[in-house]
């Protein structure tokens, strides 16, 4: 006989309202533990690496990283298009899910959103680190001026431009407006007056009235809108940046779902690999459950195996176009001097997501923030592979010839990653790390008689 | 009509008054007009204030951030006459550096010469140059000049040498010593009258002359065959067969340039021309004339004499003579000597060698063919390279003898080039007086008492006959930098003689030149004309007579049989194209110049074949050692013969300056006298794998086309039956050529260019010259090593075919400017656009440096300022210029015409629109349309082969258009429809398949 499963809870352990708020606040009470501050040593200190390196590449140029007359990008646009890949999770949850209606994203998005806006910023920095002249970056902006000078808006780069900082307004107004009501929350329950003051402020005066519940509610709706077609733009944009291009490897009509699903992909490892050690360092695993966790497996094996299906795409297209060019161009990757990447990719993007099949898989701990770790580096490949081997070895072999990056261009990618976890330190201090109003809102999605019974 | 508000009636009328001033001020009206209008505006109001101020303080900040270096600019306070700023002058010139010669034309702005061109007058160079020509006017601006005349290392003034060496002079010259004046060939006629005079003042002057790359197996050869020592004429462009036993009379030999053009003439397949000549070489090593060759024979150096005593024997047989016996050598000479038998008085036998028996197996064999006074005119002859290798030698023991009491050095570096180097030194000690007069500090003069520093020859006064008949003139492109002074005119002073050298030569002209020609002019209207033209060609013949006798000959044969091929390995030591005999070593131009054949510069190294790299167990870079003695590292060369190594001369140089010091190694140590000539090749040496490697700067590390249709090639016989023939591909490709975007059209001019790869021979003339003429910087070995060479042309080389002995094809390669060009639409400042006149433009102060258009040009013909360069950019303290490119000296060499760029900003060849403009103003102010071939870009204007067509595409009759509308032109990588504007003709060897 069938009997029909209850419902799993999305919040584990018997909690009441105010017990969630208890919780969630308690990161941000008191002083930092000792490893928040040995955390933020090591990631200062990276930041602090990729500052030197910073001031080396504006001081001296472009010079001093491993680029030449042939690979004219290569860790500085792997870089890019890894850390907005990465800023892809944050936005799909908190919008695309919210559109759909899983409820199970209100325990990630905040955090997942805080990352994305903190891997966009990381993203940001290398369009605007690779120029050879930064100080006259402002050339890229369409503003008007007495010589009568025009941006290109034929250039994929431009595009970017305006990609990217959509996106990044856009989010972060969305991050922000969710925050609002917990905001309110903080300082309801500040106890110190300047803190109080702050949170008072930055919260917009918030009540929690009904009517800044229906207004809270409703823009949440429209950004969600409107953030949704951004996610799927904001990479298809980035592709462009290789897809209009002549160069064999670059010019593929494949690239825009190809470095969408790839980014989704990318992004959603990166918020495992960050939740994983938060909800254990801030006590959250009630909130943040292995069913969580289980359902982004989930949509790691599905974007993993788009991507997978992509690599295979374009080698049959390769050989079905019947250009020779291309043809050698993928021959190259997986045998040619950068085979190792082509093959790291492929181990870390295709197989290794393909143990998530396995449900005793993806539901361990260990198991899926490994194969987390293995996804961010093979995501990483995946954009070196494209990047630099497809320009490696185009055209003319006369001009054929390798890459190899300098301590210079090591040091801009630590920073990033220094910086980017700095911010995300500092965010658990400052903001709630899960969305406090949507929490309560799914705490009784179960029934409330029931909780004992699923009490582990 | 506006309402308008007054105070009084006579406000609302017209003020008659200004209507007169108006008229009166006649075209400058409006600016009366303006001053009203402007007068009439409101006055500023709080906003306007608010706004201007507002966009004052922002416009400073961003200044502010972005400050530019500021560069003084001194205006002249008295205009010279003659100079007009932004407008160039050129002066008729002649260079000559002992070794080589080139009639030029140097181009002056303001003042100091920025450019060399060949001059298209001179019947000898017919406006070819080569890489050392065209770098030669950085050599003006040597950071390591002589600046004023030194004694013992310290400055002294003219009057106090002068009264010294003359005191000296006397002083030996009374004590019947030895007086000793050492120079290279000496092809000037005013100068070497300038010696007889001072020899005639000091009778115990003897004059030495001192060739470091010398002929002298030629002229004693010759010496024994016609009974005088002389270096004939060669006319490759009479010969249907070539063929040369190492004489890479393409690159090195004798006279490269005159060579290359008369080559040339014959294989050129353009206006109707279905006949070329064939090229067959024998040689061990791979040099630039081997890789042109239609055929390439493997052969090594020590094995030259017995293959050409077997040609010989075979050509005596075909001329019904005994065939004498003596051992067999691999290659097939037999084929070789029926095929030259049936090109009698139409080939041309050259050989490579400084050994006089081997030049005489050589001249009987041109001589059974028939050759001389066709293809070798022996009444005209080459007057440079007249050094006689053992002359030198006994110097050199006289001197250590303690018999010479006075050494006058003239630009030659002994000490740096003079195989027993220690022997010369130690014999200097034993001189009393020693005088130098070089033009660049070198390893000789820092060894002497008294520096006399010599004139650059673009300061002095000259004149040369390089050829019978074949004179010409060089005068001064600008008033001498330092302190220096004319060799001639110190020997002149010492001697007595206070006219100054222009004096002296115009005198000399007078004369002795003017006589020669019909007198119609004076000798005012003669001189002029030649100053101007810089060339005068009496077409006067050597008049001694000349009859040939084979005895030496047959003696050279009768002991050559008797030789054997031994299996040993040899080293040949080779002048590339760069820095020659190394004497402009310290060139960074010519430092950074990929060699044509291994592409590696910054170094020389042993060349060695992949059969012999692969007995030893090395690889590119493997230090090894030559009979212990030099360590260098290795690059394995496909083509070379199996065990023959080589290394270039040149490098090693200690004593001059940055950035020659300590590149490479001397390997002059290594050469010997051989039978009283010096010998460059070395035979039986010992080679031995030394630890570790030696990193190499090289511009090109891939070597296969990949099977890519990159330079298409065919032969002569399927060219004749069908001139499309290796081009097939270009009809199947044009079929597919659609777009769903409207043609580019261009209405009035179309640039474009062609490039006949028939007739590029691959010496980087070309090179040279778009670095002189864009001001392109050299970045040095580091960079180079990092693949970030700024070269807007390239000179791509491929291999075909078997690594051990392939086929070499060569492409120059610079922007191809297309018409629908992937570089253009992906610049998100819009910094490359396209002009109405089908030019890709690059417009370095709107570019950022994104490098989208360097990945996304399918050519990789744009280059990337990396680091700063020039000392161009804002920042200071951040110029990188291991090359000392960027001293207040050298920076005289730019051209004003081109912006110097800055780091982070992208560069690339704009079809020297500079000199398209310059053109374009000209035919302006004439009120005509440009002619074609008006326009000359500098490879152009550079190519001795006359490779590389200019012109506009629209003129259906231009000679760009003619060459594109050729079956032979073909587009590179046309299938991605960039359209470029860049034509190349297919290669055609005349080789039998």
């Not at chain 2, 000179?795 to 060569?810: F, Q, S, T």
């Amino acid at each position: 006989m069938y009997v029909s499963p209850l419902r799993e809870p999305l919040i584990r352990g018997s909690k009441d309202y105010s017990q969630v708020t208890k919780d969630i606040l308690a990161p941000m009470a008191g002083k930092p533990s000792k490893y928040w501050y040995m955390g933020i040593t090591l990631s200062g200190a990276a930041a602090l690496f990729g500052a030197w390196a910073t001031f080396m590449t504006v001081y001296y140029g472009i010079g001093t990283w491993g680029l030449n007359k042939t690979v004219g990008w290569a860790w500085d646009i792997t870089n890019f298009v890894w850390w907005v890949g990465i800023g892809h999770a944050g936005t799909f949850i908190s919008a695309i899910l919210l559109l759909f209606r899983q409820k199970w994203r209100t325990s990630i998005n905040r955090s997942a959103e805080a990352m994305t806006l903190i891997a966009i910023a990381c993203a940001g920095f290398f369009p605007l680190i690779h120029m050879g002249r930064l100080l006259l970056g402002f050339f890229i902006l369409p503003y008007p001026n007495t010589r009568a000078l025009w941006v290109n808006f034929n250039s994929p780069l431009l595009w970017d431009v305006f990609a990217i900082t959509t996106y990044l307004l856009v989010s972060l107004v969305f991050w922000y407006i969710g925050l609002i009501p917990d905001l309110g929350t903080v300082r309801d329950k500040a106890s110190n007056k300047i803190r109080k003051a702050i949170y008072g402020f930055l919260s917009f005066g918030w009540t929690g009235s009904a009517k800044h519940w229906s207004r809270h509610e409703t823009v949440s709706l429209i950004l969600a809108g409107l953030a949704a077609p951004l996610v799927l733009s904001v990479h298809t944009i980035v592709s462009f940046d290789f897809a209009t291009s002549v160069i064999p490897g670059w010019h593929t009509t494949i690239f825009p779902p190809y470095f969408v699903s790839g980014a989704v992909f990318s992004g959603f490892a990166m918020v495992l690999t960050l939740l994983i050690v938060t909800r254990k360092a801030l006590n959250l695993e009630e909130y943040i459950t292995v069913g969580h966790i289980e359902n982004m497996n989930k949509v790691i094996i599905i974007t993993g195996s788009i991507v997978g299906i992509a690599y295979i795409t374009e080698f049959f297209m390769a050989w079905y176009s019947g250009v020779e060019y291309e043809q050698y161009a993928f021959i190259n990757r997986a045998t040619g001097p950068y085979a190792w990447a082509y093959w790291i990719m492929m181990t870390c993007n295709v197989i290794t997501p393909q143990l998530f099949w396995f449900k005793k898989i993806r539901t361990n701990l260990v198991a899926t923030f490994i194969i987390s770790i293995f996804v961010n580096i093979g995501m990483w490949f995946e954009r070196f592979v494209i990047v630099v081997t497809s320009l490696h070895r185009d055209y003319l072999p006369s001009s054929w010839v390798m890459y190899k990056p300098t301590i210079v261009e090591i040091g801009l990618y630590v920073g990033t990653l220094g910086l980017f976890f700095t911010l995300f330190l500092l965010f658990i201090r400052v903001f709630p790390v899960i969305a406090i109003a949507e929490v309560k809102s799914v705490l009784k999605s179960s029934g409330d008689n029931k909780k004992d019974s699923h009490h582990e | 009509m506006e309402n308008k508000y007054f105070k009084s009636l006579e406000e609302l009328r017209v003020d008659p008054s200004r209507e007169l001033e108006e008229q009166s001020a006649g075209d400058k009206s409006f600016i009366l007009k303006l001053q009203r209008e402007s007068a009439a505006l409101p006055p500023t109001s709080r906003r306007d204030f608010l706004k201007a101020f507002g966009f004052t303080i922002a416009s400073a900040a961003v200044a502010s951030s972005c400050e530019q270096p500021v560069r003084k600019a001194i205006p002249f306070l008295i205009q010279p006459e003659s100079i007009i700023p932004g407008k160039a002058s050129y002066y008729a010139s002649t260079f000559y550096d002992g070794i080589e010669y080139s009639s030029v034309l140097v181009k002056v702005r303001d003042g100091r010469p920025i450019k060399i061109e060949g001059n298209s007058l001179s019947s000898v160079t017919k406006g070819g140059t080569n890489a050392r020509t065209q770098a030669s006017v950085l050599n003006l601006y040597d950071n390591a000049r002589y600046k004023t005349p030194l004694k013992d290392g310290s400055e002294t003034s003219w009057e106090q040498v002068d009264a010294e060496v003359v005191g000296k002079l006397k002083e030996i010259n009374n004590r019947n010593g030895k007086i000793v004046l050492l120079s290279s060939s000496v092809i000037s006629p005013s100068t070497t009258a300038a010696i007889e005079e001072f020899a005639q003042v000091f009778p115990v002057v003897q004059h030495v002359e001192y060739d470091v790359i010398s002929a002298s197996g030629i002229l004693e050869a010759n010496h024994a065959s016609f009974g005088q020592a002389f270096v004939p004429s060669y006319r490759f462009d009479k010969a249907d067969l070539i063929v040369s036993f190492d004489a890479d009379f393409l690159g090195s030999w004798l006279s490269p340039v005159e060579y290359t053009k008369q080559y040339v003439k014959n294989r050129k397949l353009v206006d109707g021309q279905k006949k070329m000549s064939r090229h067959i070489q024998f040689e061990g090593t791979m040099s630039l004339t081997g890789t042109n060759a239609d055929y390439r024979v493997q052969m090594r150096p020590s094995h030259q004499k017995l293959v050409l005593a077997n040609l010989l024997n075979e050509l005596k047989a075909l001329n019904g003579e005994l065939k004498a016996s003596m051992p067999e050598v691999s290659q097939d000479v037999k084929s070789l000597a029926a095929e030259l038998m049936k090109h009698k008085s139409a080939s041309l036998v050259v050989c490579g060698s400084n050994n006089k028996k081997t030049q005489l197996l050589v001249n009987e064999i041109n001589n059974l063919l028939g050759n001389y006074s066709v293809t070798i005119e022996t009444d005209v002859i080459l007057k440079s390279r007249q050094g006689i290798d053992s002359r030198m030698t006994q110097l050199v023991s006289e001197m250590n003898e303690g018999k010479v009491d006075a050494l006058i050095v003239l630009d030659v570096n002994p000490l740096y080039d003079y195989p027993e180097v220690t022997k010369f030194a130690e014999g200097l000690k034993k001189v009393g007086l020693t005088v130098s007069m070089p033009v660049v500090t070198d390893e000789t003069s820092a060894a002497v008492t008294y520096i006399c520093p010599d004139h650059h020859y673009l300061e002095a006064w000259n004149d040369a006959e390089i050829k019978t008949g074949f004179y010409s003139l060089a005068q001064p492109a600008i008033r001498p930098i330092f302190n220096t002074r004319a060799a001639q005119e110190s020997l002149l002073r010492w001697a007595g003689n206070t006219t100054d050298f222009r004096a002296y030569i115009s005198n000399y002209w007078e004369k002795n030149i003017y006589p020669k020609t019909d007198g119609l002019f004076g000798f005012t209207a003669f001189w002029n004309k030649c100053l101007h033209d810089g060339i005068f060609e009496s077409g006067e013949k050597d008049l001694v007579p000349i009859a040939y006798t084979n005895a030496a000959s047959i003696e050279a044969f009768e002991s050559a049989k008797g030789s054997s091929a031994g299996d040993v390995i040899d080293l040949v030591l080779y002048s590339n194209v760069s820095v020659g005999s190394g004497k402009h070593a310290n060139n960074p131009w010519l430092q950074e110049l990929p060699d044509p054949v291994t592409k590696a510069c910054w170094d020389n190294y042993i060349m060695i074949s992949p059969r012999l790299a692969d007995e030893l167990n090395v690889v590119d870079e493997q230090l090894v050692s030559i009979n212990g003695s030099v360590t260098l590292p290795v690059i394995v060369q496909p083509g070379q013969e199996y065990k023959t190594v080589a290394v270039a001369l040149g490098y090693g140089r200690q004593q001059t300056g940055v950035p020659a010091n300590g590149v490479g190694k001397n390997l002059y140590p290594m050469l010997s006298l051989i039978e009283g000539t010096k010998s460059f090749d070395v035979y039986d040496v010992q080679l031995a794998v030394e630890a570790g490697t030696y990193p190499l700067a090289k511009t090109q590390s891939h070597h296969s086309m990949e099977g890519r249709e990159l330079i298409r090639d065919t032969s002569l016989e399927a060219y004749l039956e069908d001139p499309q023939s290796g081009n097939e591909t270009r009809l199947e490709v044009k079929k597919h050529l659609k777009s769903l975007y409207p043609e580019a059209t261009f209405d009035g001019l179309h640039w474009g260019m062609a490039i006949d790869l028939n007739a590029c021979t691959g010496c980087n003339a070309c090179v040279v010259a778009c670095s002189s003429e864009n001001n392109v910087p050299v970045v040095g070995k580091e960079q180079v090593i990092a693949s970030r060479e700024m070269h807007w042309i390239r000179i791509d080389r491929y291999y075909k075919g078997d690594p051990n002995d392939p086929e070499v094809v060569r492409q120059p390669v610079m922007c191809q400017h297309c018409d629908n060009a992937p570089c253009e639409n992906v610049c998100p400042v819009a910094a490359t656009t396209h002009s109405n006149e089908g030019l890709n433009q690059m417009a370095y102060n709107r570019c950022i440096g994104t490098r989208y258009c360097a990945n996304n040009c399918p050519y990789k013909v744009r280059r990337f300022n990396f680091l700063d360069y020039t000392g161009a950019d804002s920042f200071t303290g951040n110029t990188y210029d291991p090359t000392d490119m960027t001293t207040d000296l050298r920076r005289l060499v730019l051209n004003p015409d081109v912006t110097t760029r800055a780091k982070g900003v992208i560069e690339k060849c704009s079809f020297c629109v500079q000199r398209i403009q310059e053109k374009k103003l000209v035919a302006k102010t004439e009120d005509r349309q440009l002619r074609d071939g008006e326009v000359v870009p500098a490879c152009a204007q550079a190519c001795p082969a006359e490779a590389i067509v200019f012109g506009n595409l629209n003129d259906k009759n231009s000679k760009v258009s003619q060459y594109f509308a050729s079956e032979r032109n073909y587009h590179l990588l046309e299938e991605i429809h960039t359209l470029p504007s860049v034509g190349y003709l297919t290669k055609v060897k005349n080789k039998t398949v």
